[in-house]
C-alpha cells in the first residue's frame, strides 16, 4: 500500500455571524462546502500558504491571526490500477480576517465557488468534515489546538 502524507493550511474566517466557505468539487464531479485553503508547496510557510490559497480560492487577501489547532486524518482509498493509498492529511487551521479584496469565484482550481454562510445555516450545507472540525476550534479555542467534539462529518 502506497502512504501519502499531505499538509494544508486551511482559514476559518467569520465575519457579521457568517462563515466564508468555498465549494470543493471532487474528481468524481462530487461538490461540498470546505474551508478555503489548500496544500503548501515544498519550502512553503504553512502562514503564506493559507493567504495563498484564500486568494485563490476567494479572491480576498486575508491576515491570519490566531493558529487554532492542527488536525489529522487518516483514509485508506482505491487508486488506479486496483492499488491502494494510505493516506494521511495533516490540516494546519487559522482564524484569518479579511484584509482586502473581492469575493469571487475560483477558475481552473480545486473549488468553482465561494460564498458566506450564516454561521447557523451551516449545519445543514453538503460540507466536508474540515468546516465541523475548524469550527469547533474556533468555539472552543483548546489550548492544545485539538478538537475535543466529535466529528460526524
Known amino acids: 500500500m502506497r502512504e501519502e502524507l499531505r499538509v494544508a493550511a486551511y482559514a476559518v474566517c467569520v465575519r ?11 474528481r468524481e464531479g462530487y461538490k461540498r462546502w470546505t474551508l478555503p485553503g489548500g496544500g503548501m508547496d515544498h519550502g512553503e510557510d504553512p502562514y503564506d500558504t493559507v493567504v495563498r ?12 491571526t490566531t493558529l487554532l489547532g492542527i488536525d ?15 493516506f494521511h492529511g495533516l490540516r494546519i487551521l487559522y482564524e484569518a ?19 458566506w454562510h450564516p454561521l447557523e445555516e451551516v449545519p445543514n450545507l453538503d460540507r466536508v468534515g ?9 468555539r472552543e479555542r483548546p489550548q492544545n489546538g485539538h478538537v475535543t467534539t ?4
Request: proline letters at 4%; a negative charge.
Open 150 to 153: 466529535p466529528v460526524s462529518i
Open 16 to 26: 457579521d455571524g457568517q462563515l466564508l466557505l468555498a465549494r470543493w468539487v471532487s
Open 53 to 64: 490559497e484564500v486568494e485563490e480560492e476567494t479572491g480576498y487577501e486575508v491576515e491570519p
Open 130 to 138: 474540515l468546516v465541523d472540525v475548524g469550527l469547533s476550534l474556533w
Open 72 to 86: 489529522s486524518i487518516k483514509r485508506d482509498y482505491p487508486r488506479r490500477l486496483g492499488a491502494r493509498a494510505d
Open 97 to 115: 480576517h479579511i484584509t482586502a479584496g473581492t469575493l469571487r469565484h475560483e477558475t481552473n482550481g480545486s473549488t468553482d465557488m465561494a460564498a
